[in-house]
């Protein structure tokens, strides 16, 4: 069996171990870093900062059986503040025309801009790459959880939510993009640029073009790369879209990767969500339930849940099978939150 629940201090080495086998920026393989965001998502799920943009959530999945991590997830509750924009380019076009030789053209365009007072931001989902394709969904699990959470505290986050996804890159793992455009004005490669940008933004607005760069001009692998997903991230871009992200027209500066967006009140997990009183003195059905991940109080973790079927009973009562209500040892009744998950 697998639960997701808040990271806590216990979790270090495993997310250490999966910072080995992965390389993300969200996920350094550095357990000073490690330990810190751990302390900083703690702090989050149990007393959130008025200032949002302090506010990072950390969920894993846990397998129960054996008690390791086999992957994570994230949210920061607001990506852009003034002293740390998110930027963007905006992918426009621009209309050129002579009278004098009858001839015009369209040219794609990027424009540097800026957000202070950014969207809330998914992301760093990782997973181990042995559990990819796990008959239970584990990296869409991952994905939901997000949502759930959301869903169950939506005044913890901005209404607007955002998603950055990873382009498709070369086979050194640079940005066509970056090669043609951003190595030219801040004269370092790509990873050094994205680590860097973690922590102090200022170097983009000072030597990024501030405007239009004319697609027309960049290698054409470069061209082709703006907007576009890797092969490995086009599932999470068509899940995205399935449930009302939508692209915005703007990419990562460094790498082009596309932006998707969603209202957070038209995310259709959050549409669609359940809330009840979980009960036992009603009959479970598993031929009438609803497979959902659910968040249930647990006296050791301030956020935890599961993927079950759950039975709505229309009279805001809804149950659970008695047998993984005693396994779990969940105390009953209470109030949950749950979203469809099929």
């Given at each position: 069996m697998f639960i997701l629940r808040s990271v806590k201090p216990d979790d270090l080495k495993d997310l250490y171990k999966l910072s080995s086998i992965l390389v993300f920026i969200n996920l350094p393989q550095d357990e000073e870093i490690i330990g810190q965001k751990i302390e900083s998502s703690m702090k989050s799920f149990h007393n959130p900062s008025p200032k949002l943009f302090e506010n990072y959530y950390i969920f894993v999945i846990e397998d129960l059986e054996t008690h390791q991590i086999h992957g994570v997830s994230m949210i920061h509750a607001q990506h852009g503040t003034e002293d740390e924009p998110h930027f963007y380019l905006t992918v426009g076009q621009e209309a050129k025309f002579s009278n004098t030789i009858n001839t015009g053209f369209v040219h794609g365009t990027l424009k540097l801009g800026l957000d202070s007072y950014g969207p809330t931001e998914i992301g760093g989902l990782i997973l181990n790459p042995e559990f990819r394709g796990h008959s239970e969904k584990l990296g869409k699990?991952?994905?939901?959880?997000?949502?759930?959470?959301?869903?169950?505290?939506?005044?913890?986050?901005?209404?607007?939510?955002?998603?950055e996804l990873m382009p498709p890159l070369d086979k050194n793992g640079n940005s066509p993009l970056w090669e043609a455009v951003g190595r030219r004005f801040l004269n370092m490669n790509y990873h050094e640029a994205d680590i860097l940008s973690r922590n102090n933004k200022e170097f983009i607005l000072s030597l990024f073009p501030s405007e239009n760069i004319y697609q027309t001009l960049l290698p054409m692998e470069a061209r082709e790369s703006i907007g576009k997903v890797g092969k490995e991230t086009e599932p999470v871009k068509k899940m995205l879209e399935s449930i009302g992200f939508k692209y915005t027209f703007e990419v990562d500066p460094f790498d082009g990767g596309p932006h998707y967006r969603c209202p957070l009140k038209e995310i259709k997990p959050i549409k669609e969500k359940i809330t009840g009183h979980l009960i036992t003195n009603k009959s479970f059905n598993k031929a009438e339930a609803r497979d959902v991940i659910i968040s249930l109080a647990h006296p050791d973790h301030d956020f935890f849940a599961l993927r079950t079927h759950l039975q709505v009973h229309g009279d805001g009562q809804v149950s659970l099978d008695p047998q993984l209500v005693k396994d779990l040892g969940i105390s009953l009744p209470q109030k949950i939150t749950a979203i469809p998950f099929a």
């Amino acid at each position: 069996m697998f639960i997701l629940r808040s990271v806590k201090p216990d979790d270090l080495k495993d997310l250490y171990k999966l910072s080995s086998i992965l390389v993300f920026i969200n996920l350094p393989q550095d357990e000073e870093i490690i330990g810190q965001k751990i302390e900083s998502s703690m702090k989050s799920f149990h007393n959130p900062s008025p200032k949002l943009f302090e506010n990072y959530y950390i969920f894993v999945i846990e397998d129960l059986e054996t008690h390791q991590i086999h992957g994570v997830s994230m949210i920061h509750a607001q990506h852009g503040t003034e002293d740390e924009p998110h930027f963007y380019l905006t992918v426009g076009q621009e209309a050129k025309f002579s009278n004098t030789i009858n001839t015009g053209f369209v040219h794609g365009t990027l424009k540097l801009g800026l957000d202070s007072y950014g969207p809330t931001e998914i992301g760093g989902l990782i997973l181990n790459p042995e559990f990819r394709g796990h008959s239970e969904k584990l990296g869409k699990q991952l994905s939901f959880v997000r949502f759930l959470y959301m869903a169950a505290n939506p005044e913890r986050f901005k209404p607007m939510v955002h998603s950055e996804l990873m382009p498709p890159l070369d086979k050194n793992g640079n940005s066509p993009l970056w090669e043609a455009v951003g190595r030219r004005f801040l004269n370092m490669n790509y990873h050094e640029a994205d680590i860097l940008s973690r922590n102090n933004k200022e170097f983009i607005l000072s030597l990024f073009p501030s405007e239009n760069i004319y697609q027309t001009l960049l290698p054409m692998e470069a061209r082709e790369s703006i907007g576009k997903v890797g092969k490995e991230t086009e599932p999470v871009k068509k899940m995205l879209e399935s449930i009302g992200f939508k692209y915005t027209f703007e990419v990562d500066p460094f790498d082009g990767g596309p932006h998707y967006r969603c209202p957070l009140k038209e995310i259709k997990p959050i549409k669609e969500k359940i809330t009840g009183h979980l009960i036992t003195n009603k009959s479970f059905n598993k031929a009438e339930a609803r497979d959902v991940i659910i968040s249930l109080a647990h006296p050791d973790h301030d956020f935890f849940a599961l993927r079950t079927h759950l039975q709505v009973h229309g009279d805001g009562q809804v149950s659970l099978d008695p047998q993984l209500v005693k396994d779990l040892g969940i105390s009953l009744p209470q109030k949950i939150t749950a979203i469809p998950f099929a």
